[in-house]
């Protein structure tokens, strides 16, 4: 796996409460709002950050992102001294991105210049709709306006690297409503869009009482490929199944995932991947807050590595690179999975049959038209048996 070891290397950290929780999200996260236990929790990730710090060693970390939840109910002061702790520990690329999650609704919590001074360089607002009706049923606590405000006040502070995410085929909603809220995200000039669809996944509010008046299958595409045409002449360039970036402004830590990178694991319910001379690994913290502090607070525990075999590590490296628009190539899959060419393209002859990938030459390949509408059963075939 040596050749492995020369994937980049992110960190993600995991700080676990909302306000509320919305009814389509199944992310470890829970309701504390200003009782989230925020001082205790801090000191717990800062001995989980040392221990992941020696799996790290003197691999430089391209990446790190404060994911939630919502982390920006902690304040500027708290991110600065959680950020410090990493970079007392780790060794940081010179470029290295760091992104935080921010919710509109609760970005006041501290001044965006304040989360800017702590060091966080790429702000990713969770805007979802620009319609107040869409909200409501969204279960967002946040107005339109404060959309507004949060990226005005984020580019005031100085952020010249702001994410947007947004929803489509939402309730109710139609081709003219989507293209709206692509407009509206648009006109505050971030520099990516995440734009993605709902899906109503297990152990959801939404899940268990799907919300009415959800687009159907037809409609949902034709949302898709209006707003793609229209993302593409505002300038934003599809990189992803939900991605879309301006001046080539992609996100690299999202691109470490879809690349088979590696990244480390710190928080509750933080998931980790880890390549080394014996092979590929994955882990996890345990989920709970509580169990977790008290964990931390007992010296930690090491997580137990779970190898990925080799018919995983095909299967894993599709699910990730099948959903990049620019396609990957074998000399990528044999470096991040430690397997041959020759296996993949094994794999790969019955789709390209039915026409779902095609070659692009020199070993490169990439999912056509046909192959992007129907991903999910694309990805499937690569299932291990």
């Given at each position: 796996?040596?050749?492995?070891l ?11 409460w909302c306000v ?9 996260s829970?309701?504390a709002?200003?009782k989230a236990?925020r ?7 800062k001995?989980?950050l040392a ?6 060693g003197?691999?430089p ?5 404060l994911?939630?939840?919502t ?7 708290e991110?600065?001294g959680?950020l410090?702790a990493?970079r ?7 470029d290295v991105e760091?992104t ?18 702590a060091?966080?360089?790429?702000l ?9 009706a869409?909200?409501a ?8 306006e404060?959309i ?8 005031t502070?100085g952020f010249g690297?702001?994410?947007i995410?947004?929803?489509?085929a939402?309730?109710g909603q139609?081709v003219t ?11 505050l ?9 709902l ?17 159907g ?5 034709d949302?898709q ?9 505002l300038g934003?360039?599809?990189?992803e199944?939900?991605?879309y ?5 992609r996100s ?6 879809w690349?088979?990178?590696?990244y480390?694991a ?14 590929i690994w994955?882990?996890a ?16 525990d090491a997580?137990a590595?779970?190898p ?12 990730n690179?099948l ?13 991040r999975?430690g ?6 393209r094994q794999?790969?002859e019955?789709?390209?049959?039915r026409?779902?990938i095609?070659?692009q030459g ?10 992007q509408r129907f991903l ?9 048996d």
């Amino acid at each position: 796996m040596s050749n492995a070891l020369q994937a980049p290397l992110s960190l993600y950290i995991h700080l676990p409460w909302c306000v509320r929780k919305c009814p389509y999200c199944d992310f470890n996260s829970y309701t504390a709002g200003d009782k989230a236990p925020r001082a205790r929790y801090l000191n717990a990730l800062k001995t989980d950050l040392a221990a992941e710090a020696e799996r790290a060693g003197e691999r430089p970390l391209v990446s790190l992102f404060l994911g939630g939840g919502t982390p920006s109910l902690f304040t500027p002061d708290e991110i600065a001294g959680l950020l410090e702790a990493v970079r007392e520990r780790y060794v940081l690329a010179d470029d290295v991105e760091i992104t935080m999650e921010a919710n509109p609704g609760t970005v006041e919590c501290g001044d965006p210049a304040g989360y800017r001074q702590a060091g966080v360089n790429r702000l990713s607002i969770g805007a979802q709709s620009f319609s107040p009706a869409s909200l409501a049923v969204l279960g967002r606590i946040h107005s339109v306006e404060d959309i507004s405000r949060a990226v005005h006040a984020a580019t005031t502070a100085g952020f010249g690297n702001i994410n947007i995410d947004l929803m489509y085929a939402l309730p109710g909603q139609d081709v003219t409503a989507a293209l709206f809220d692509i407009e509206q995200a648009a006109g505050l000039e971030p520099q990516h869009l995440s734009w993605y669809q709902l899906t109503l996944e297990p152990n959801t509010v939404f899940h268990a009482r799907p919300p009415a008046g959800l687009p159907g299958d037809d409609t949902s595409f034709d949302i898709q490929q209006r707003g793609q045409q229209r993302l593409a002449e505002l300038g934003y360039e599809q990189y992803e199944v939900s991605a879309y970036a301006r001046n080539d402004r992609r996100s690299v830590h999202n691109l470490n995932y879809w690349s088979f990178g590696d990244y480390l694991a710190v928080g509750a319910g933080a998931h980790g991947k880890i390549t080394n001379d014996e092979g590929i690994w994955r882990y996890a913290k345990i989920a709970n807050p509580q169990q977790y502090m008290e964990q931390q607070e007992q010296g930690g525990d090491a997580p137990a590595l779970k190898p990925v075999n080799k018919e995983d590590r095909l299967f894993e490296f599709l699910l990730n690179a099948l959903r990049l628009t620019d396609g990957f190539d074998e000399q990528l899959f044999e470096a991040r999975t430690g397997l041959s060419a020759d296996s993949l393209r094994q794999r790969l002859e019955p789709v390209i049959k039915r026409e779902l990938i095609v070659s692009q030459g020199s070993g490169s390949w990439c999912v056509t038209p046909l192959g992007q509408r129907f991903l999910n059963d694309l990805q499937a075939e690569f299932l291990p048996d």
